[in-house]
Nanobody, 127 residues
Framework: QVQMAEYGGGSAQAGGSLKLTCQLS????????WAWFRQGPGTSREAVAM???????TYADSAKGRFTISRDKAKNTFYLQMNSLKVEDSGVYYC?????????????????????RGRGTQVTVSS
């Protein structure tokens, strides 16, 4: 199965930027949809952005206009560029993948539809 590892978390000031990286490894054949989720203190995990193998993207309302998801097919890597960060963006960010052969449009943009996840990387935004 596919394995995923996140990099790039850290601290930033409100209004600043961070870029997260998710490195895919293992059995990536047939993997067509990847996403970022986050979990803030005392909150449930929420969707942030997802990208399909044809580069179509979907964003949560909280991420629209500020975050950009992209991928590098050759490197088996995808990214989350986060700009204009807010304190409420703080949390643990997870990259995730749908099951094999499932495109982004095959289900809801919820954690249940992305069975493969990394361990997460902490993002802390201070005012």
């Amino acid at each position: 199965q596919v394995q995923m590892a996140e990099y790039g978390g850290g601290s930033a000031q409100a209004g600043g930027s961070l870029k997260l990286t998710c490195q895919l490894s293992g059995d990536t054949y047939g993997s067509y949809c990847w996403a970022w989720f986050r979990q803030g203190p005392g909150t449930s995990r929420e969707a942030v952005a997802m990208i399909n193998s044809d580069e179509r993207t979907t964003y949560a309302d909280s991420a629209k206009g500020r975050f950009t998801i992209s991928r590098d097919k050759a490197k088996n890597t995808f990214y989350l560029q986060m700009n204009s960060l807010k304190v409420e963006d703080s949390g643990v960010y997870y990259c995730a993948s749908r099951a094999k052969y499932l495109y982004c449009g095959s289900g809801d943009f919820t954690e249940a539809g992305f069975p493969f996840r990394g361990r997460g990387t902490q993002v802390t935004v201070s005012s």
